[in-house]
């Protein structure tokens, strides 16, 4: 997909939904730049100059979201529980 004016890069991710002109969805399977994107499957509508289109993130953002807290918890929770029963300076070096 090329675009005029897009920010594929700042609003978009491999793996986001594309909506295109044609009403069908696809899956962004690689930003190039700011106006190029590859979609899969191939855009199965007719050649749009002017069309508008949707991207949306897909369900596996919050398994991505989860793995990484976990991951965070895994790592500093421990460190992090002192806090919960004492917000002090004190009981924070203590902790570390």
């Not at 675009?3 to 939904?17: E, K, L, M, Q, Y």
């Not at 069908?24 to 749009?48: D, F, H, K, L, R």
Request: charged fraction near 10%; charge should be neutral; hydrophobic fraction near 40%.
């Amino acid at each position: 997909m090329i675009g005029t004016g897009t920010a594929f890069i700042a609003n978009s991710r491999v793996g986001d939904g594309f909506r295109g002109p044609d009403g069908g969805w696809y899956e962004v399977t690689n930003i190039a730049s700011n106006t190029a994107m590859s979609i899969a499957p191939n855009y199965q509508g007719a050649t749009n100059n002017a069309g508008g289109y949707a991207l949306a993130p897909l369900q596996g953002y919050v398994k991505d979201s989860a793995d990484a807290l976990r991951a965070l918890v895994n790592q500093f929770g421990s460190t992090l529980a002192v806090l919960g029963t004492s917000g002090t300076r004190e009981g924070v070096r203590a902790a570390l």
